[in-house]
């Protein structure tokens, strides 16, 4: 599986939630946040670290099946593009979390609450749309989940792997596989 950037510009729990959605649904997979203020995700290390020290070989490949995360600790993205690379390299999986305030120029896949109505952007090309309680259409060539359990999202950020099965997590599979040229 390749590495893939998203950002939710319109809804930060959702641009949080996300990252670790779409690792769990990799199996096997690297979430890092590429965003210096990026939330208090659990863990012990950060892409700051690592481009201070250098990665070891253990953080250059997956130790056990399920999700790592790599927190950003205060270092711009550019700073750690040879660390980027090499964690790439060794991985099966990566998922970057970028910003919401990423200035789309295409390289992201944008992840966007479905709402009624002029209330969020609607990107010119592709995205995931989360299903919200209302009955909207998502644009055509898009993804869409379904609504989430709250077990699922507190078990995500609270470091806990998601149960087998999960019909949100299942979803995410999709973003792995949809075409984004």
């Excluded at 009955?135 to 989940?145: E, K």
Aim: hydrophobic fraction near 45%; charge should be neutral; proline fraction near 13%.
């Amino acid at each position: 599986m390749p590495a893939l950037a998203i950002w939710s510009p319109e809804d930060e729990v959702l641009g949080a939630v996300a990252p670790l959605a779409l690792g769990a649904a990799a199996g096997t997979a690297l979430v890092v946040d590429l965003d210096p203020a990026g939330p208090p995700y659990p863990g012990e290390i950060t892409l700051a670290s690592l481009v201070d020290d250098g990665p070891t070989k253990a953080d250059l490949e997956p130790r056990r099946r399920g999700v790592a995360i790599v927190r950003n600790g205060g270092v711009d993205p550019h700073e750690a593009e040879d660390v980027l690379r090499a964690l790439i390299d060794g991985w099966p999986a990566v998922v970057f979390r970028l910003p919401s305030d990423h200035v789309s120029d295409g390289s992201a896949i944008p992840i966007l609450p479905l709402v009624p109505g002029p209330l969020t952007r609607r990107p010119s090309g592709a995205a995931v749309y989360q299903r919200s309680a209302w009955r909207v259409h998502a644009p055509p060539g898009s993804v869409l989940l379904p609504r989430p359990g709250a077990a699922t999202i507190g078990g995500l950020l609270a470091g806990r792997a998601p149960r087998p099965g999960d019909r949100w997590i299942r979803a995410w599979k999709k973003v792995w596989s949809h075409s984004w040229v």
